[in-house]
C-alpha cells in the first residue's frame, strides 16, 4: 500500500483516512481475514475513533475501501507509519493489485448516514498553478450542482509533509445520476480544460457516501420527515399485514402455542429486518419525489402524493379481500 510521509502536529481537528484497494480475485478470503486483523489492531490504537469497511461491489466498486477516523492529524499518522501496520501492510503486499489509494482528510464535524454514491479524485498540480486549479474547481462544481442527484462536494488541500495530492470527494445520490454527470460533454470539457496545470489524477468510485464521516459543502437538504414517514408506511403496512395473515397467527400462535405478546415481537423483529432492506428499495424507486429537481417541484410532490395514497387504496383493497 501507499506509503504516507510524516505528519505535523495535530490541528484539532478530527481525521478520516480512506483506503482504496483493490485485491487479486483469488486473494478475497485472506484479504477478508486479513482485514479483521487490521480492525482488531487499529481499535486498540491511541485516538482511533471509529471504522468502516466497505467489500468490493463489481462492476460500480472493484475497489475494497477501507474508512478509519480518528481524532486528529498526529494520530491517524502515527497509526499509518506504527510497526504493526507496516507489518500488516507488508504482509498483504502479495495479495494486491496495481495502484492503491491513502488519503488523509480532514474534518471536524460529526458522522451521519448516507447511503449515496461517492466519487474519489486525488489530483498532483503542477507547482505554482494552485489558484488556477481553485479557480477551476470553483467553476467544475458549479457545474454539477445543476445535475439531478446531486448531493455534496468536499475539496481537501494537500497537507504539508503527508499528502501531495488535492482530493475531490463528489456524491449523488445513485450510480445513473453519477454517471451522467460523469459522462457528460460539460464535464468532459472542464477535465481538458484542467490538462493545462494538473500531473495526473486518480479516480475511483464508491458505492456508500462519504456523508457519514464528514459534512460535504454544498450539500442538498435530505427528504422532508413527513415524505420519508409515507413511504415507511407503504413497505410496513403490507409486511405486517403478511406475516401476521401467513406466520404470526396460524404458525407461531396456533401451532406453537405462542401468547400473543411474544408472537407480537417475532412478527416486530421480522417486520423491522425486512425493512431494512424493503425500504431503501423503496426510497429508490420514488427518489424523484423524495428530492424533485426542475422547475416542477410542487407538481412533482403533489404526483408522488397520489401515487402513495393509491397505493395505500390498493394495499386496502386487495387485502380486505383475505380470507
Known amino acids: 500500500m501507499t506509503p504516507v510521509a510524516s505528519a505535523p502536529s495535530a490541528s484539532g481537528s478530527s481525521v478520516t483516512v480512506v483506503t482504496q484497494t483493490r485485491v487479486k480475485p483469488e486473494f478475497d478470503g485472506e ?4 482485514q479483521q486483523r487490521i480492525n482488531d489492531v487499529v481499535e486498540r490504537f491511541p ?4 471504522r468502516q469497511v466497505m467489500p468490493p461491489s463489481p462492476p460500480v466498486q472493484p475497489d475494497w475501501v477501507i474508512v478509519q477516523r480518528f481524532t486528529d492529524i498526529a494520530a491517524a499518522q502515527a497509526w499509518l507509519s506504527s510497526p ?24 471536524s464535524t460529526p458522522p451521519s448516514h448516507s447511503s449515496a454514491v461517492s466519487f474519489v479524485v486525488s489530483t498532483r498540480i503542477r507547482p505554482g498553478q494552485e489558484n488556477a486549479f481553485r479557480d477551476w474547481t470553483q467553476r467544475i462544481n458549479t457545474a454539477q450542482t445543476r445535475y439531478p442527484g446531486f448531493q455534496g462536494f468536499k475539496l481537501n488541500p494537500p497537507i504539508a509533509g503527508v499528502q501531495d495530492d488535492w482530493v475531490t470527494i463528489l456524491q449523488f445520490d445513485t450510480d445513473a445520476h453519477m454517471n451522467a454527470w460523469l459522462t457528460s460533454p460539460e464535464r ?29 459543502d454544498g450539500a442538498m437538504s435530505r427528504a422532508p420527515a413527513w415524505k420519508m414517514n409515507m413511504l415507511t408506511l407503504s413497505a410496513l403496512y403490507p409486511v405486517v399485514f403478511l ?12 401451532l406453537w402455542g405462542w401468547p ?64
Open 31 to 34: 484479504f477478508s481475514h486479513w
Open 47 to 50: 485516538g482511533f475513533v471509529d
Open 84 to 107: 504493526d501496520r507496516q507489518g500488516l501492510v507488508a504482509h498483504a503486499q502479495p495479495w494486491l493489485v496495481g495502484h492503491d489509494d491513502v488519503h488523509i482528510i480532514e474534518d
Open 188 to 216: 468532459q470539457t472542464l477535465l481538458k480544460e484542467a490538462e493545462a496545470f494538473t500531473v495526473e489524477s486518480h479516480m475511483r468510485t464508491v458505492r456508500s457516501g462519504f456523508e457519514q464521516w464528514f459534512q460535504l
Open 243 to 254: 406475516f401476521g395473515f401467513f406466520v404470526q397467527t396460524p404458525i407461531l400462535m396456533k
Open 260 to 323: 400473543f405478546w411474544l408472537a407480537l415481537f417475532a412478527g416486530n423483529v421480522a417486520g423491522v429486518t425486512i425493512l431494512n432492506w424493503l425500504v431503501p428499495w423503496v426510497g429508490k424507486r420514488f427518489a424523484w419525489w423524495l428530492q424533485p429537481a426542475g422547475m416542477d417541484t410542487r407538481k412533482m410532490t403533489i404526483i408522488g402524493i397520489v401515487a402513495i395514497v393509491a397505493l395505500y387504496g390498493l394495499f386496502l383493497l386487495a387485502f380486505s379481500r383475505f380470507p
